[in-house]
C-alpha cells in the first residue's frame, strides 16, 4: 500500500511537533531552517559525532531535544550545490519520502544555504517523494501496520517551505500527471496475469476517457477485416481474444499532424510451442510493460493537457501453446501485406507490433513514431538493465530521444541498423522470417520492425532490461518500474508542444 502525501507549498512554517527535514550541501555551514527547528542548535553537535559530511544522499536522523519545536529532525545531504541535476532533485524528495516514519506531519525546508532552488527543482522534489511512496500490496491479506520499514499508512501532511512557493505549486500539478502516468504504468505491470488479461488492461485504458482521451478498442473480428494476421496469429493460442487499443489526444492545433506512441502489450508470454523454461517464466506477466508505458503516457499527457495531438496505440494479446496455437514454421500475412515465416513462437512481440506500427502509420499519417517493447533478452545481454536499447532510422529522433533519456535519467543506448542486417531475417519461404537467431538479437528484432514504418521518422525502444525487475533505488522499490513515461513526457514537452 502507497504512502499517501499531501504535499503543500509555503514560504515560512510555524513548527509545532512533528518532523523538519532539513537540506544541507557540503559547502554549507548550517541548513536553512535548522534555528526555527532546533533552538538549541542540536545539529551543531550531531554531526561532528555521526560523521554526517552532506555527501548526496546522506541523511542525519535526529531526536530532538525537549526545547525543540519539533520531535524530529532529519538533516539530508545534497552533496556539491553546483553539480545538482534534475534527477538528483528526484532522488533527494524519494530520500525523504524514505525517512518518513510513523508522523503525520512533515515540514521540509528546501532553501539550504548555497543551493539554488528554484521552482523546477521544488516540483522535482516533490516528484521525487511521489514516486517513491508507491508500493504494490493489493493481494496481501495481511498488512502490517507499515510499508517501507515504519513509514506510515496514515496521509501525512507534508509543508514544504520554499521562497518559489507560488511558482512551485503551479508546476506541482505536473508533477502529479507525471507521477499518475508512471504509477499507472507500475500497476499495470505488477498486476497478475489471471487478472490483467487484454480485455481487462483495454478496460484500464479506456478509464483515461475521464481525462478527455477518445479511446477506440478494436475487437478480434475488426483486426481480422483489417488483416492483422501477425498479430492474431500470437494470439490464437490463447482462450482470450485479443484487443487492440487506440487512444487519441487531442491537445494541439487541429493543423498539427500527431506524435505516435505504439506499445507490445502481451499480457503473459509463455513463449507458445516454442516454450519458454520454467524458471522465472512468473516474470512474463511484465511483458506488456510497453503497452503500459504507452498508457501511462498518455495519461499525463492529458492530465497535464498537453499542447500535442498524440496517438497510443497498443496491441493486447496472450501467448500461449494450445492445441490451435501457432506453430514453427506456419507462414502469415500483415496488415501490410507482406508474409512472415514463423520460426520462433517465442519471437511474438514484433508480431504484435509490425501490425500496430503498419495501422498507426497508415490512419494517423504520424511526425514520429516510438515504440516500447520488452522485446529482447537479447538486449539485456548487450546493456543489462540500466539503459534501454535505442534503434532510430532518424538522427533528429535519436538526438532528442538521448537528451530525454539523460535529463530523466531513464537512460538509452543507440544500436546500429542496417541492410547488412536483413539478410539474417530473410526467408526461403515467405517475405521474411520472425526471428534471425540468437546473434545480433535485438538489432534484427528492430530491423524485422523497420519494414513496417515506411519513411516516417521511427525509433524502437527495447525495454526489457529496464521496465521490470530494473534494480530499486530513491525513487522506484517497485518490480514495475514504470519506465518510459518520463522519458517520452519529456521529449513531447520539451520539442513537440505548439
Known amino acids: 500500500m502507497s504512502v499517501k502525501f499531501e504535499i503543500s507549498f509555503t514560504k515560512s512554517a510555524r ?6 527535514i532539513l537540506l544541507k550541501s557540503t559547502d554549507s555551514e548550517l541548513p536553512a531552517g535548522a534555528e526555527s527547528a532546533d533552538p538549541a542548535n542540536v545539529f551543531a553537535k550531531a554531526a561532528p559525532v555521526s560523521g554526517f559530511k552532506s555527501k548526496l544522499l546522506t541523511a542525519l536522523d535526529i531526536i530532538a531535544p525537549e526545547a525543540a519545536s519539533v520531535d524530529r529532525i532529519i538533516v539530508i545531504g545534497a552533496g556539491k550545490a553546483k553539480d545538482l541535476t534534475a534527477h538528483d532533485w528526484l532522488k533527494l524528495g524519494g530520500a525523504a519520502a524514505a525517512k518518513i516514519r510513523n508522523t503525520e506531519k512533515v515540514t521540509i525546508f528546501l532553501d539550504a544555504p548555497n543551493v539554488d532552488v528554484g521552482a523546477k527543482e521544488a516540483a522535482d522534489f516533490a516528484l521525487g517523494m511521489l514516486l517513491r511512496a508507491y508500493s ?6 495481511k498488512k502490517g501496520d507499515d510499508d517501507e520499514k515504519g513509514a506510515s499508512r496514515k496521509a501525512v501532511k507534508v509543508a514544504i517551505v520554499t521562497q518559489e512557493a507560488a511558482a512551485t505549486k503551479k508546476l506541482y500539478a505536473t508533477s502529479e500527471a507525471v507521477a499518475g502516468g508512471v504509477i499507472l504504468a507500475r500497476d499495470l505491470v505488477n498486476e497478475p496475469p489471471n487478472v490483467l488479461g487484454p480485455v481487462e488492461f483495454a478496460a484500464k485504458a479506456k478509464e483515461l476517457e475521464k481525462l478527455g482521451v477518445e479511446i477506440e478498442i478494436l475487437t478480434e473480428r475488426e483486426m481480422r477485416r483489417l488483416g492483422m494476421g501477425a498479430l492474431l496469429g500470437v494470439a490464437q493460442g490463447s482462450a482470450r481474444p485479443p484487443r487492440l487499443v487506440v487512444m487519441q489526444w487531442k ?3 487541429t493543423k498539427d499532424k500527431p506524435v505516435a506512441f505504439i506499445g507490445k502489450g502481451v499480457v503473459f508470454d509463455t513463449g507458445g510451442i516454442s516454450i519458454k523454461p520454467a524458471a522465472g517464466m512468473e516474470e512474463m506477466k511484465g511483458d506488456m510493460g510497453g503497452a503500459a508505458a504507452v498508457t501511462g503516457l498518455m495519461h499525463t499527457l492529458a492530465a497535464r493537457e498537453a499542447k500535442v495531438n498524440a496517438i497510443g496505440v497498443i496491441g493486447l494479446v496472450e501467448n500461449m ?5 501457432q506453430r514453427p514454421g506456419d507462414i502469415v500475412t500483415s496488415m501490410s501485406g507482406q508474409t512472415i515465416e514463423i520460426i520462433n513462437t517465442d519471437a511474438e512481440g514484433r508480431l504484435v507490433l509490425c501490425d500496430a506500427l503498419w495501422y498507426t502509420n497508415d490512419r494517423f499519417k504520424p511526425q514520429f513514431m516510438i515504440n516500447l517493447a520488452t522485446l529482447t533478452g537479447a538486449i539485456l ?3 543489462g538493465n540500466l539503459q534501454a536499447g535505442l534503434f532510430c532510422n532518424d538522427d533528429k529522433l535519436a ?3 538521448t537528451t530525454a533519456g539523460l535529463t530523466t535519467d531513464e537512460r538509452l543506448w543507440r544500436m546500429p541498423l542496417g541492410k547488412d542486417y536483413d539478410k539474417m531475417i530473410d526467408s526461403k519461404f515467405a517475405d521474411m522470417k520472425n526471428t534471425g537467431g ?3 538479437g535485438s538489432i534484427t528484432a528492430a530491423q524485422f520492425l523497420k519494414r513496417f514504418v515506411g519513411e516516417t521518422p521511427w525509433a524502437p525502444l527495447d525495454i526489457a532490461g529496464t521496465a521490470m525487475g530494473s534494480g530499486q533505488d530513491e525513487i522506484n522499490q517497485s518490480w514495475g518500474s514504470g519506465f518510459g513515461v518520463r522519458l517520452l513526457d519529456e521529449l513531447v514537452r520539451t520539442n513537440y508542444e505548439s
Open 251 to 253: 491537445g494541439g492545433k
Open 321 to 325: 501453446p494450445d492445441g490451435n496455437a
Open 15 to 20: 513548527l509545532n511537533g512533528g518532523l523538519a
Open 399 to 401: 538526438g532528442e530521444l
Open 136 to 141: 504494490f500490496d493489493t493481494y496481501k491479506t
Open 438 to 440: 540468437r546473434h545480433a
Open 381 to 383: 545481454v548487450a546493456l
